[in-house]
C-alpha cells in the first residue's frame, strides 16, 4: 500500500473516530473513557500527518467538546480552555515527533547530491516490482544510465563540475518520466530508472528520448564547452517465471531473489554492450536473442543485444 493510500485511509479513520467519540459524548456524557477518545484520535491524526493533522484533530475537539457541554450545561470557560490546552499540546508534541521521524526516513532514501532516491531504496524498490510481477505477470523495465567520461570531466573541470553534472542529469531523468517511474542513484555516475507496466520496447523509446534530451540540455545549462552524453542498458522481465500458488515461502523468495538478480544482469550487459559500442547510444536486452538449447549445451555463447542506436 503506497504512503498517499495510507495517509487517506488513516484521514477518514480519524474523522470517523471523532465523530463517533463527539456522538458518544452528546449521548452518554463526559465519562472519562470517551474524554479519552478524543486524545486517541488526535495522537491518530498527528502520527499520520504530523503538525496540520494534529491540528485539525485538535481544533475538532476542543469546537465538539466545548458545544457538547455547553449544550449539557456543564462547561466553563475554565474547563474549555484546559481541555483545549491538552488537546494542541498532545497534537503539538506528537505531531513534531512524526515530522522528524518522515524527514529522517526521507534522509535514509534519499541521495544526498542528486536528491533521487539512493542504492539502499532502489533495492527494496526493486524487489517489490520484481514480486509483483512475478506474482501478477505485469510488465517491467528497468534502465541503467551511467554518464559518459564523468571521470574526465572530474578531471578537466574538478569534481564539483562533476557533481553539479551529476545533479543536472538527475533532474532530467526525474523530470521526464510519468509519476509511476522512478530515478535512483545506482553508484557513482549510475542512475538506475524502474519502469513498471512498461516494456522493453516501448521503454527503449523512453530512454531514446532521455538520452537525447540530456546531450541537448546538460551541457548547455551548465555552460560547457563538451557535451554531457549518457549511456543506457535496457532490459525486461519478460520471460521470467510466475510465482504459483503451491509454492512455498522459501521457493517464492528463491525466485524473487533470482529474479532480481536476473534483471539486474541483463540491464548490466546492455549497458555494458552500449559503452562499448562507444556510449551515448541506448542497447536493449532482448529474449528473442537467446541462444539455443542445443548452442548453450554445446558450449556456445551467444550475447542478447540488439543495437538501437
Known sequence: MNSVRLRVLVLLAVVGLQVGTAMMHATLGAQDYI?????VGIVIAAAGWGHLGGLIGATFSTGVFIVITWQRS?????????????????????????DEQ???????????LTGVFNRYHFLRQLQAEVERCQRYGNALSLLLVDVDHLKDINRRWGHQTG????????????????????????????????????????????????????????????????????AIGVADTSGSALLTLWETSEMERRALQAGMD???????????????????????WRTSSLPSFRAVMGGGKVLPFEPRA
Not at 474549555?80 to 506528537?94: D, Q
Not at 562499448?276 to 536493449?284: D, H
Open 262 to 284: 536476473q534483471l539486474l544482469e541483463r540491464a548490466d550487459q546492455a549497458l555494458y554492450e552500449a559503452k562499448r559500442a562507444g556510449r551515448n547510444c541506448v542497447r536493449i
Open 35 to 39: 474524554l479519552s477518545l478524543y486524545y
Open 163 to 230: 557533481d553539479q553534472v551529476l545533479c543536472e542529469v538527475a533532474h532530467v531523468l526525474r523530470s521526464h518520466l510519468r509519476a509511476s517511474d522512478t530515478v535512483y542513484r545506482y553508484d557513482g555516475g549510475e542512475f538506475a530508472l524502474i519502469l513498471p507496466e512498461v516494456r522493453a520496447d516501448d521503454a527503449y523509446g523512453v530512454a531514446e528520448r532521455l538520452r537525447q534530451i540530456v546531450e541537448e540540455r546538460v551541457a548547455t545549462s551548465l555552460q560547457l564547452s563538451h557535451p554531457v552524453t549518457i
Open 74 to 98: 456543564v462547561a466553563t470557560l475554565s474547563s474549555g480552555l484546559l481541555y483545549a490546552l491538552f488537546f494542541y499540546f498532545i497534537a503539538l508534541v506528537v505531531g513534531k515527533v512524526a
Open 102 to 112: 518522515q524527514v529522517i526516513r526521507r534522509l535514509t532514501i534519499t541521495d544526498s
